[in-house]
């Protein structure tokens, strides 16, 4: 079946530095694949998301990069702010959505 | 236009009790997705449905049920509850079946067993 999941829990980082933030998934029949905030007592908020057939997206402030090859996942979020500082989520979606377990994400002033 | 909308908030039951949660979607969308949201677990796919048929299932035991309604609003039921049921119960709403991208989350029902 499909898994997804996450090399880092927490990833500390200095306001102002760029995040880079790394999934590894199993199905390769996925069509999309989705990075997720969630910020503490709130539901997961959509980031940015990457067709299968593509290898880089850009957003504001975020790029995500899948590498097929290795089944990896990335999301680089420029400037960090500490508003950035939830749980990140990345998703795979072929026949349903699933997740990995999420990575914390806390930015210092 | 309104997000997702998930009642109640918080609920505390006791084992052996059992539950039912709602979930509000977008209006439009007619897919619905559940989640459990443990520390220990992450999130994880319970069941999707999508014009009130359940297309998709999780690995969960047959305790948990769901249904969804002409109006695409969704219910979930846990019966018989057992401590590990204690989590953060999310809800997706989405256009497309399989959730697809931009699923829109709601807030979550926190369920406590005790």
């Known amino acids: 079946g499909e898994s997804v999941g996450l090399h880092l829990p927490t990833l500390s980082v200095q306001e102002g530095d760029n995040s880079i933030i790394n999934c590894a998934y199993s199905n390769s029949a996925s069509d999309y694949f989705i990075w997720y905030k969630q910020e503490s007592g709130k539901g997961p908020q959509f980031i940015i998301d990457i067709r299968s057939n593509m290898d880089k997206r850009q957003g504001q402030r975020v790029t995500v990069l899948l590498n097929k090859t290795v089944k990896h996942l990335s999301l680089q979020i420029a400037a960090t702010q500490p508003g950035d500082s939830a749980v990140y989520l990345c998703g795979a979606a072929g026949n349903k959505l699933t997740f990995g377990g999420g990575t914390r994400v806390l930015v210092k002033p | 236009k309104a997000g997702v909308t998930q009642t109640p908030r918080y609920l505390i039951k006791t084992r052996g009790q059992q539950v039912t949660l709602s979930c509000s979607p977008i209006s439009g969308h007619r897919s619905v997705s559940w989640y459990q949201q443990t520390p220990g677990q992450g999130l994880q796919f319970l069941f999707e449905?999508?014009?009130?048929?359940?297309?998709n299932k999780g690995n969960f035991p047959g305790r948990f049920s769901g249904r969804q309604f002409s109006n695409s609003r969704s219910e979930m039921n846990v019966s018989t509850l057992e401590l590990g049921d204690s989590a953060l119960y999310l809800c997706a709403s989405s256009a497309s079946r399989g959730g697809g991208t931009e699923a829109f989350f709601g807030q979550g029902t926190r369920l406590t067993v005790v």
């Open positions: 449905y999508f014009s009130e048929t359940q297309r």
